[in-house]
């Protein structure tokens, strides 16, 4: 019976963590701020944030893992990944926790954030390269298949996609940034396979 309790408790404070974080960085940056604030700001202890996680770092990784970790999914369960179903899904978590990424995406963000993203987006390209030939990069005799270019100038366009989106206050529904990502991607890697 405790479990379900405890459950809902550390839902709770995770919760409230992610709350006090986003406020904290809108207001004073993310580079500044500590984990004392975080849970002071919470009104959690310090004890139940590293119970959960190990620094201010691993809250924001755990939250944008969350996200990464659904669209591998979705990538496995239908076996291709140029639907732009599965960018919906992205842009969908990236809706929900709009406040955090604009914060961090912003001018008050983190470079470190920017560049988790992105490494993160260029392993998930990778994973859709090896499931649909389309998202493969071309030509791969001209270039090794270790070349990191074509993965990380998509991966930097998808960042920029959701960095704009987030400025300019979501104009575009998550299907339609969704959508218009995925032309832009497929129209590099069609370039890119008439390279020789």
Request: net charge positive; charged share 25%.
């Amino acid at each position: 019976m405790t479990q379900p309790v405890n459950n809902l408790r550390v839902r709770r404070t995770q919760k409230l963590l992610r709350e006090a974080l986003i406020e904290l960085i809108e207001e004073r940056g993310f580079d500044t701020l500590t984990v004392g604030e975080v849970t002071k700001r919470a009104l959690v202890s310090r004890a139940a944030f590293y119970r959960n996680y190990q620094d201010k770092y691993d809250l924001v990784e755990q939250i944008f893992a969350e996200a990464m970790q659904a669209l591998f999914n979705a990538v496995s369960e239908s076996g291709t990944a140029h639907s732009p179903e599965i960018w919906v899904r992205f842009f969908e978590h990236i809706a929900e926790y709009e406040r955090l990424y604009r914060a961090l995406l912003g001018r008050k963000g983190s470079p470190w954030f920017v560049l988790k993203m992105r490494a993160s987006l260029v392993d998930l390209i990778k994973e859709f390269g090896r499931l649909s030939p389309q998202w493969q990069p071309a030509a791969p005799h001209i270039y090794p298949t270790s070349d990191e270019f074509i993965p990380n100038l998509v991966a930097t366009m998808l960042v920029e996609a959701v960095t704009w989106w987030l400025e300019q206050r979501k104009p575009y529904p998550p299907q339609e940034i969704a959508r218009r990502s995925v032309l832009l991607a497929g129209a590099i890697f069609k370039e890119t396979s008439t390279w020789q």
